[in-house]
């Protein structure tokens, strides 16, 4: 069983930045795809980066994309998101997910079946 803990959320201005962690635990986090996913209210959720820790390899949604950052640290078994030029539209709740395999599409949500709870991120100035 893979469990995820998220943390690092708050409230920055527009232009600001803010990185959200996923803590990791469970047998094979290293064998799994790990994404970060953000729902705001009245909106579906969306992925907004994702990394295969294995291979290395991340992709980003076009609405983040040169502005967010996915990382893995392979020493504290930690998911990091950086990001960099908030936009208002940024502000979510934003959740860590974790899929066994998504199938060349790595913002698919229903790949992912292990979910932290979330952490808010509001973009207000």
């Known amino acids: 069983q893979v469990q995820l803990v998220e943390s690092g959320g708050g409230s920055v201005p527009p232009g600001g930045s803010l990185r959200v962690s996923c803590a990791t635990s469970g047998v094979g986090a290293n064998n799994l795809y790990f994404a970060w996913f953000r729902q705001a209210p009245g909106k579906e959720r969306e992925g907004v980066a994702a990394?295969?820790?294995?291979?290395?390899?991340?992709s980003y949604a076009d609405s983040v994309k040169d502005r967010f950052t996915i990382s893995w640290d392979s020493y504290q078994n930690m998911v990091h998101l950086q990001m960099d030029n908030l936009k208002g539209e940024d502000t979510a709740m934003y959740y860590c997910?974790?899929?066994?395999?998504?199938?060349?599409?790595?913002?698919?949500?229903?790949?992912?079946?292990?979910w932290g709870q979330g952490t808010q991120v509001l973009v207000s100035s």
């Open positions: 990394i295969r820790p294995g291979g290395g390899r991340r």
């Open positions: 997910a974790a899929a066994r395999g998504v199938s060349g599409r790595p913002f698919d949500v229903l790949s992912y079946v292990f």
